[in-house]
């Protein structure tokens, strides 16, 4: 969610011809080079070699292990922290390597290290957030023998190390005051799909200027349910920021650009995120349990939230958001269960995964939400210019004009300079609740 600054720097490169392949594979370095040119061959980008590299990691922290290993999130992934095909092996050293092949996305490879979820990226020693990782140039003739350069790193501390962290394992710690504009409320939910149907979860429940006012004792409202609740209406430790939900709804409210609604932050499930978020399996290693989850959202938590608020029922009066994999989603959810939910912002949609699969079945749908809002961001892969930024707009696009044909009422926004993270998704949810929920009122 990203594009989050990460901690240490790079140590070593060395020729595996030099190396003794050791128990799993290891590889260690015996010769450090520097990266810089001296006249003696030509330095290039290690994505572009046709053998690959290999990088490792030492975990100062020592709070990677089987149950929380250390995955790159990388651009060249969609930024998903919890990507199977970037999570490195344990070795008998105590660090972290993983062996990559020739990268098939374009562009330098932008990453940091997490631990299979945003909460708990790595940051500097005194838990500030860092640059994002690139690879430095390697000298080419240096491996012209087919041998994989060796990077070496160092994370200092975890986010979920700082004082006062607001996530435990991607949950949010129900013992952190809620820091929001307005009224909001935690709401437990127990379960969950997937590997998380065993979850005890507290969803944030934001309530509308003047919810409690007498004079509104008898209102009810429509209620929008946002996934990856923990970003909604606060920033977490070592994320880029949160989607501003209660400012941005508690100005257009009081403006009268839209009518009253309440939100519903749904957390997500930490390492099991992409198992609850996806209908297919988009990554390895993982279960697809997005119509479980639409089920779990149906007979726990919408039944929750409208037992302890005045929530309008009814699809019209039901929407549903979410971004990257939260995005496919929020679309999957509105479009298979439309008696659940009438509306639904999509943003950023990990659509391209396994070769645009998620894309050729929206695309094939027949049956679209009654509104839809479509973001997306021309800087998605965080290099402005590449063909991939390219096939993520035209995507949204295809999607849009999908939409419109099937009758829904559609609005698409393309963020110019917006890049895969909660700020880009900030600037452009009052465009889309506008869509969802506009008064046609215009004061600002």
């Not at 020729?15 to 260690?28: K, L, N, P, Y």
């Not at 370095?29 to 001296?38: F, N």
């Not at 290039?44 to 250390?70: R, Y």
């Not at 005890?200 to 008898?218: E, H, K, S, T």
Request: charged share 20%; aromatic share 6%; net charge negative.
């Amino acid at each position: 969610m990203p594009f989050l600054i990460v901690a240490g720097l790079m140590l070593m490169i060395a020729r595996s011809m030099d190396h003794q392949t050791r128990a799993m594979g290891e590889v260690s370095a015996t010769a450090l080079v520097q990266p810089e040119h001296d006249g003696t061959g030509e330095l290039i980008e290690p994505e572009k070699l046709p053998q690959g590299f290999i990088i490792v990691v030492e975990d100062t922290q020592k709070l990677a292990g089987p149950d929380s290993p250390i995955i790159i999130g990388t651009n060249h992934s969609g930024w998903d922290p919890s990507d199977q095909a970037f999570r490195m092996d344990p070795r008998s050293d105590g660090r972290w390597q993983l062996i990559l092949d020739k990268p098939t996305k374009p562009g330098r490879m932008q990453f940091k290290f997490t631990r299979g979820n945003w909460d708990r990226v790595e940051t500097a020693a005194d838990g500030s957030d860092i640059e994002n990782r690139t690879l430095p140039k390697v000298k080419a003739s240096d491996y012209a023998d087919g041998s994989k350069p060796i990077f070496e790193f160092v994370v200092e501390k975890w986010a979920d190390q700082k004082p006062g962290a607001a996530v435990v394992n991607g949950i949010t710690d129900p013992t952190v005051p809620l820091e929001v504009t307005g009224v909001a409320h935690r709401l437990q939910v127990i379960g969950g799909a997937g590997r998380a149907s065993g979850l005890v979860r507290d969803a944030i429940v934001w309530l509308p200027p003047g919810y409690d006012d007498a004079a509104n004792a008898d209102v009810s409202y429509p209620v929008l349910y946002m996934l990856d609740g923990q970003h909604v209406f606060m920033q977490q430790p070592g994320a880029p920021g949160e989607w501003r939900a209660d400012e941005t709804a508690s100005a257009m409210i009081r403006e009268g650009t839209i009518e009253p609604i309440i939100i519903v932050g749904i957390p997500n499930a930490g390492q099991a995120r992409a198992d609850e978020y996806l209908p297919a399996a988009l990554i390895d290693d993982v279960e697809p349990s997005a119509d479980a989850f639409v089920v779990w959202i149906e007979q726990r938590v919408m039944p929750r939230v409208e037992r302890a608020f005045r929530v309008k029922a009814g699809p019209a009066n039901t929407a549903i958001c979410g971004a990257s994999f939260g995005g496919i989603l929020a679309l999957h959810a509105a479009s298979t269960r439309p008696d659940l939910f009438g509306k639904a912002i999509v943003e950023s949609p990990a659509v391209l995964s396994r070769n645009g699969l998620m894309l050729k079945r929206f695309l094939a749908m027949k049956r679209w939400p009654a509104v839809v809002f479509i973001g997306m961001g021309d800087t998605e892969t965080g290099a402005a210019g590449d063909g991939l930024n390219q096939r993520y707009v035209e995507a949204a696009q295809a999607m849009a004009q999908a939409a419109a044909d099937a009758g829904s009422r559609v609005e698409m926004v393309i963020g110019d300079g917006a890049v895969h993270n909660e700020n880009a998704w900030a600037d452009r949810f009052g465009a889309a609740i506008e869509h969802l929920y506009g008064t046609g009122r215009i004061t600002r």
